[in-house]
């Protein structure tokens, strides 16, 4: 079982912290035999590393001599430094060593133990579907023996773990500097092989490998090579390699002279880069399959690695699956990204206010914990809302991603979780329906009105006259937006996204708010929509326009304009059609105005601004997405748009972290003063 990397809560009841500790992650064997025990250690990706690490496994025998049948123990080996854990780099020189001689001796130099975290197996009993805090129990239970003796060198013990409230051990793993925490669901069996959101990696410190690409020639009296070509895999052009950038510290003499002697046994006369890179010295290039651990202070606008140092080679991690680790990570077809709660990119300006900022202004914890209990349970069940409503519900467990393992229940509970937010963007909106009865992968179909369900009561439901409603049916209902019961009963009849008209039902005439949808094409990647989005920006501002953005929540991002009371969908869309037609007119080859997809040029946006008719709809701020990674359609900070965010950092489950964190953004498009259509009209007529 894998941790995604994020920045879950550090306070929760039904959360367990424990540190990360920065080793070698291993599956661990006891099997109890006449006179002892067989004892075997795995890496992650099945290497043995039984014979490096005798003391531990010499310890383990033991310790399993004396048990009633075999176990299987998740942990991490690390290094000791006076009695404590330390980082990889202590291991490196160990992880390598081939004779027995020569790992004798690093015991003595460089000792090490094996921290424990769970347990799989118990004798003949498979503890995978048991709780963690059931398997917590178990380990410790099993392990009491082995970890009585409290010397500073003890080669076997179990990780430290603290329920409920993690801000005490986060400031020491900030003060001691460790890697960071893991954060676990204390309900949450174990899932062998797969990366899950039950386990959530807050990193203090930024490290991660890197793939090795090729090396530079050293500078003066520097021997073997002078630095490092990193690597990451491209995830949006498989099987490239993304230069991200060159190290030439942390190395020592006889660490020079192993890695050159690797480099050189991999040279090759093509670079393994995507696109030239350009290196101070001259470049050799390497057949990419060294892994190298990598400490770095941050990543710069330009996606390079800042001050990056180097701690070791990995040989437990395979070149091919080494990515930026990045809010919402996408590796695994992207399943990590939707699953992932990753460390949020904080809203980096635009002045917005800052309601609902806090945790505590999350209303619905209690709807989110019945939720989650008819789900963990399996059982259909009726929520009991605030206001005394209640609303049935079935079929939480039914995958909606499934490719992500995402089900009903997870999009219950994130509506639930960020209803505060939602609710306000939708309030008295007409509201139209894509459903997906079988999830994603499933046949899909739009519903405009509420047609013969019969939803419990609360559920606001008005009727628009057949002259106004564009769709003209005979006593046509439509369901309203703004309440807690509407936004889950539409979920629970498999709605995933909200998607509300531009204007109210009490003015279904008059549009409060406009969008320019950037929408890109084929071979058209986000750092090119951002720079659309840019230059709208720059023009809005010219004409004195506010202006909120926000991710589509698939590929896309949306800029929408507030309106004056009164103003209509045609005066809307018209100065959309300018604003869009003089943006591509400037700049044809990354913007076009185009409707026919196949005369669009490759590689451009579609500014679409015939998204302002009256019916038609985008997904609202806080909405869910029906795309591949689960996203969310999130509100930005100008200041984001200008430095760099990638749509794939949103997801159901990451977003509402970073809304409680940074706070409504969306209610600047309520607060700001309105565009003056009429002035911008004069001003381009000039």
Sequence with gaps: MLATLAEPPLTGAGLVFEPKYDGIRALVHVAPRRGGADVRLWSRLGNDKTAQFPSIVRALERWGAALGGPVLLDGEIVALVDGKPAGFQRLQGRIHLTSARDVESSEKSQPAALIAFDILRDGDEDVRGLPLTGRRARLEKVLRKATRTRTGAQPIRISEQIAADGRALHARATREGWEGLIVKEARAPYQSGRRSPAWRKLKVVRQQEFVIGGWTEPRQTRQHFGALLLGVQDEDSPGALRYVGHTGTGFNQKELARVSALLKARETRVSPFAGRIRTNEPAHWVTPELVAEIRFTEWTNDQKLRHPVYLGLRDDKRAADVVKEAPAARASGRREAA????????????????????????????????????????????????????????????????????????????????????????????????????????????????????????????????????????????????????????????????????????????????????????????????????????????????????????????????????????????????????????????????????????????????????????????????????????????????????????????????????????????????????????????
């Design 339 to 686: 699953r992932s709660t990753a460390r949020e990119r904080e809203a980096r300006g635009g002045g917005a206010p800052r309601a609902l900022k806090h945790a505590d202004k999350s209303p619905n914890n209690a709807v989110v914990d019945q939720l989650r209990a008819l789900e963990d349970a399996r059982k259909d069940g009726t929520l009991e809302l605030p206001g005394g409503l209640r609303l049935p519900v079935t079929n939480l467990a039914k995958p909606f991603w499934p490719k992500l393992k995402l089900t009903k229940g997870d999009l219950l509970r994130y509506y639930a979780e960020v209803a505060p937010f939602i609710l306000p963007a939708v309030a008295d909106r007409p509201l139209v329906m894509k459903r997906f009865p079988n999830g994603i992968d499933g046949k899909a179909f739009y519903q405009q009105r509420s047609r013969q369900e019969h939803p419990p009561a609360g559920v606001r439901i008005e009727t628009i006259a057949d002259d106004i409603d564009p769709i003209s049916e005979p006593d046509a209902r439509r369901f309203i937006g703004g309440a807690l019961i509407t936004l889950l009963y539409m979920t629970q009849i498999a709605a995933i996204s909200q998607d509300p008209w531009f204007s109210r039902v009490q003015s279904p005439l008059d549009a409060d708010y406009v969008a320019i949808d950037l929408d890109p094409g084929e071979g058209t990647t986000f750092p090119t929509v951002l720079e659309v989005a840019r230059l709208v920006h720059d023009e809005l501002a010219l004409l004195k326009v506010p202006s909120v953005p926000k991710t589509s929540g698939s590929s896309g991002l949306h800029i929408y304009i507030p309106l004056a009371p009164g103003t209509t969908y045609e005066s809307g869309m018209l100065f959309c059609q300018i604003v869009a037609t003089v943006i591509a007119s400037r700049h044809p080859k990354i913007a076009t105005v185009e409707r026919t997809v196949r005369a669009r040029r490759k590689g451009t946006v579609y500014v679409d601004y015939l998204q302002n008719i009256l019916g038609k709809t985008l997904a609202t701020a806080y909405s869910a997405r029906a795309s591949d990674y689960a996203g969310v359609s999130t509100p930005l900070g100008w200041k984001e748009v200008f430095e760099d965010i990638d749509p794939r950092d949103f997801t159901i489950v990451n977003a509402p972290a970073r809304f409680k964190k940074v706070g409504d953004l969306w209610a600047t498009l309520r607060t700001s003063k309105p565009a003056d259509l009429e002035a911008v009209f004069r001003k381009y007529a000039r």
